[in-house]
């Protein structure tokens, strides 16, 4: 009786030690330096880049963020196909990604894909630290494809509010000022 | 024959069954500027296989549909706001998809956020009292506004800053916003030294040290005491604290001492150390 009791006793704490185990198992989510950025390396597009800016960026400053620019439109895009909010956040701050995340009860795809194909980008400002820029994209052109595989081009003109946090230039804010469609 | 004909009523029966394709929607209170999430958007149409969502320029947003007698009626699932401009209803049935253009505004702009980007965050007015400010405004749904007292959304200068160190703030009521004007190097080194009959030393102080507009240097500040005799030359530290630094020295009998302070390359007058 005694010894059912005993072994029972080791059964339960072995139960319990591994069911704690797999309680703390981690999600896995690797850091962000061993993570490949697929969307962003199949991304490409063309991007001039024009300075209005009262102090202005070195060539390094600017290959940066002309980089991380386009990265950013890769996931723009990823997110305007799919609704999935988490693969860009690289290149959202903070108050972008709480925004997105308002509306995101799922990933959904709609079929309608959009593609960036040239930026006419201008500085408008840019910090003397270097860590707050503001910029307007004129003549940007889009690509649309629609699910009956049907496009269409259009001309845009936004404006932007970036901050360099991490390692990253993270967009912070948006303006579309307009959108015309050439059919 | 009659099975044929049996045959041949049976293809035709399952032809009929295969579904007809869904005809597009009519907006009935359609407009070409939708206020996001006021307004609810009306259809007629058949069937109750409809989905819809709204392609803004950021994201595809879920709409809820409510099914009516004749239609439905599409509104926004949450009270929260969009990326204003171009945008794209889309409608579906099964396999079916309808577009409408149109754009979207926000009912509301929520909490508008003024921004106020400085820098350099830290001032040092031995470089100078400019600083480089960064002026736009957003609303809370991340669209970038145009503020009543300009055209433009966004604004840059370089102001002055007064010469008086602290912390300040470019925003009352945001903490994240300060920032700080340092004190800058001392101007001059002015010392004096008095002797401690009772613990028979020399005490040698350094200040009170002001920068060139009367702020008080920064406490950490190292002040060196050099002092010699006629055959070895000395040195003793000190931090400022309030502007002042003081050390002790142990008077050598029948010994005078010359002293300066030194921070850096200002230096003081030198004092000779006598009882």
Redesign the interface.
């Given at each position: 009786m005694i010894r059912l009791l005993f072994i029972a006793l080791i059964g339960i704490t072995i139960t319990l030690l591994f069911l704690q185990g797999r309680l703390n198992e981690r999600r896995g989510e690797q850091p962000v330096f061993f993570r490949n950025d697929n969307i962003a390396e199949a991304h490409q597009a063309k991007i001039n880049v024009s300075i209005h800016s009262l102090y202005k960026p070195d060539s390094v400053q600017l290959e940066v963020l002309k980089k991380d620019y386009s990265n950013l439109w890769a996931h723009l895009n990823h997110l305007y196909e799919t609704n999935e909010v988490e693969a860009g956040k690289e290149y959202y701050t903070e108050d972008w990604f709480k925004q997105i995340n308002h509306h995101y009860i799922g990933t959904l795809k709609t079929g309608i894909k959009r593609k960036d194909v040239l930026h006419e980008l201008h500085i408008i400002n840019w910090s003397l630290d270097g860590l707050v820029c503001t910029v307007s994209d004129s003549n940007l052109v889009f690509q649309y494809q629609y699910p009956n595989n049907s496009f269409r081009t259009s001309k845009a003109n936004l404006q932007m509010v970036l901050l360099y946090q991490g390692n990253h230039w993270r967009i912070d804010a948006i303006r579309l000022k307009n959108e015309t469609f050439q059919d | 024959m009659k099975k044929q004909f049996a045959h041949i009523v049976l293809l035709f029966s399952l032809a009929a069954c295969t579904n007809k394709a869904a005809q597009k929607p009519v907006w009935v209170n359609e407009t070409p500027l939708l206020s996001f999430p006021k307004d609810s958007m009306m259809f007629t149409a058949k069937g109750k296989n409809w989905e819809a969502?709204l392609?803004t320029?950021?994201?595809?947003?879920?709409l809820k549909i409510k099914f009516t007698g004749n239609g439905f009626v599409l509104s926004s699932?949450?009270k929260?706001g969009?990326?204003?401009?171009?945008a794209?209803l889309?409608l579906s049935n099964k396999k079916q998809?309808f577009?409408y253009?149109l754009n979207l505004q926000n009912n509301s702009f929520g909490e508008i956020t003024d921004?106020d980007?400085r820098?350099?965050?830290t001032v040092n007015p031995d470089s100078g009292l400019a600083q480089?400010r960064?002026l736009?405004t957003?609303d809370e749904?991340?669209?970038?506004?145009n503020t009543p007292q300009q055209l433009e959304?966004?604004?840059?200068?370089?102001i002055q800053l007064n010469s008086v160190a602290g912390t300040y703030r470019a925003q009352k009521d945001k903490a994240l916003s300060s920032f700080y004007i340092q004190p800058g190097s001392a101007m001059a080194v002015p010392v004096n030294s008095v002797y401690n009959k009772e613990e028979n030393v020399y005490v040698v102080t350094a200040g009170p040290l002001k920068d060139k507009h009367n702020n008080t240097v920064a406490n950490g500040t190292i002040v060196a005491f050099i002092y010699s005799d006629d055959k070895q030359t000395y040195r003793m530290e000190a931090a400022l604290l309030n502007g002042l630094a003081a050390v002790k020295i142990p008077p050598e009998k029948n010994k005078q001492y010359r002293l300066m302070a030194k921070i850096n390359q200002t230096a003081s007058q030198q004092i000779t150390l006598q009882p």
């Amino acid at each position: 009786m005694i010894r059912l009791l005993f072994i029972a006793l080791i059964g339960i704490t072995i139960t319990l030690l591994f069911l704690q185990g797999r309680l703390n198992e981690r999600r896995g989510e690797q850091p962000v330096f061993f993570r490949n950025d697929n969307i962003a390396e199949a991304h490409q597009a063309k991007i001039n880049v024009s300075i209005h800016s009262l102090y202005k960026p070195d060539s390094v400053q600017l290959e940066v963020l002309k980089k991380d620019y386009s990265n950013l439109w890769a996931h723009l895009n990823h997110l305007y196909e799919t609704n999935e909010v988490e693969a860009g956040k690289e290149y959202y701050t903070e108050d972008w990604f709480k925004q997105i995340n308002h509306h995101y009860i799922g990933t959904l795809k709609t079929g309608i894909k959009r593609k960036d194909v040239l930026h006419e980008l201008h500085i408008i400002n840019w910090s003397l630290d270097g860590l707050v820029c503001t910029v307007s994209d004129s003549n940007l052109v889009f690509q649309y494809q629609y699910p009956n595989n049907s496009f269409r081009t259009s001309k845009a003109n936004l404006q932007m509010v970036l901050l360099y946090q991490g390692n990253h230039w993270r967009i912070d804010a948006i303006r579309l000022k307009n959108e015309t469609f050439q059919d | 024959m009659k099975k044929q004909f049996a045959h041949i009523v049976l293809l035709f029966s399952l032809a009929a069954c295969t579904n007809k394709a869904a005809q597009k929607p009519v907006w009935v209170n359609e407009t070409p500027l939708l206020s996001f999430p006021k307004d609810s958007m009306m259809f007629t149409a058949k069937g109750k296989n409809w989905e819809a969502s709204l392609q803004t320029f950021t994201q595809p947003v879920l709409l809820k549909i409510k099914f009516t007698g004749n239609g439905f009626v599409l509104s926004s699932q949450n009270k929260y706001g969009i990326t204003e401009g171009t945008a794209l209803l889309t409608l579906s049935n099964k396999k079916q998809k309808f577009f409408y253009p149109l754009n979207l505004q926000n009912n509301s702009f929520g909490e508008i956020t003024d921004k106020d980007y400085r820098s350099p965050k830290t001032v040092n007015p031995d470089s100078g009292l400019a600083q480089h400010r960064m002026l736009h405004t957003i609303d809370e749904w991340r669209n970038i506004m145009n503020t009543p007292q300009q055209l433009e959304p966004f604004y840059e200068d370089i102001i002055q800053l007064n010469s008086v160190a602290g912390t300040y703030r470019a925003q009352k009521d945001k903490a994240l916003s300060s920032f700080y004007i340092q004190p800058g190097s001392a101007m001059a080194v002015p010392v004096n030294s008095v002797y401690n009959k009772e613990e028979n030393v020399y005490v040698v102080t350094a200040g009170p040290l002001k920068d060139k507009h009367n702020n008080t240097v920064a406490n950490g500040t190292i002040v060196a005491f050099i002092y010699s005799d006629d055959k070895q030359t000395y040195r003793m530290e000190a931090a400022l604290l309030n502007g002042l630094a003081a050390v002790k020295i142990p008077p050598e009998k029948n010994k005078q001492y010359r002293l300066m302070a030194k921070i850096n390359q200002t230096a003081s007058q030198q004092i000779t150390l006598q009882p």
